[in-house]
């Protein structure tokens, strides 16, 4: 697995669960606003070395009844051909495992839930269909995201949907489009994009405002709430 940085504690990361996070590197979408341009691209930052997975596990191992989970987050995880190898080793050693996606590989998430491998499950939601295109480019078939909201909705233990809310990719009519989407959700999350921090694109944000105000924030839950059975602003 292609690991481009390890947390070795975290209190927010896995709802409820004191947690290590495991960033894999390399993601397939090209969000404007992604906070982690080096893992999405798929190297390492000036100056970092490559985490060996061994050193991950020998801390796990020290860590057994002191930390209660892991996340699998990115870059984009379903990407990695090993994935499942490796969530295996850790769910071996009695951590849950929560996984972070972007539901383009509906097929990997389905696995990992049939074969019991995943407790939590936390996919982003870049926009309405039509608005793909910003984060993920013109090819993408939406058909995956559509895919893999039924089968997280259907299949994993505990799960929620997540959208890091940046002007055009959202409005209060892509937002209602959102929630017919993932109607009846049992947990949805509106995330205001953080500002003066490392971009995949910062240019995007030169030409205009992309952030939301307060306000417009609660305008956009307001528009999506009464589709999902929670919904709140993180």
């Given amino acids: 697995m292609k690991i ?8 927010i990361d896995f709802p409820g669960i004191v947690s290590s996070v495991i960033f894999t590197s390399g993601c397939n979408f090209v969000c404007p606003y992604c906070h982690n341009p080096d893992l999405a691209a798929g ?5 970092v070395e490559p985490i060996d997975e061994e ?3 020998a801390f796990l191992n020290k860590r057994q009844g002191l930390i209660d989970g892991v996340v699998i987050t990115g870059g984009e995880p379903t990407l990695q051909p090993d994935l499942e190898r490796v969530i295996t080793r850790i769910k071996a050693l009695g951590f849950k495992v929560k996984l972070d996606t972007n539901g383009s590989h509906p097929e990997t998430v389905e696995t990992l839930l049939e074969k019991g491998l995943l407790d939590f499950v936390a996919m982003d939601i870049k926009s309405d269909l039509d608005g793909y295109r910003l984060a993920a480019g013109k090819g993408f078939d939406t058909k995956t995201v559509l895919e893999s909201i039924r089968i ?18 959202l409005t209060k009519e892509k937002m209602a489009d959102i929630g017919e989407l993932i109607e009846g959700a049992k947990n949805y999350i509106l995330q205001p994009c953080s500002q003066g921090v490392s971009m995949l694109n910062p240019h995007f944000f030169e030409e ?10 609660l305008a956009l839950k307001a528009e999506v709430e ?3 059975n929670h919904c709140h602003i993180r």
């Fill in 4 to 11: 481009g940085g390890f947390q070795k504690n975290s209190m």
């Fill in 152 to 169: 997280i909705m259907d299949k994993a233990p505990a799960y929620e949907f997540r959208t890091t809310c940046v002007k055009p990719l």
């Fill in 208 to 217: 205009e405002d992309r952030f939301f105000s307060d306000d417009e924030m």
């Fill in 55 to 57: 050193e991950i596990f």
């Fill in 226 to 228: 009464p589709s999902v």
């Fill in 43 to 47: 190297k390492l930052p000036e100056g």
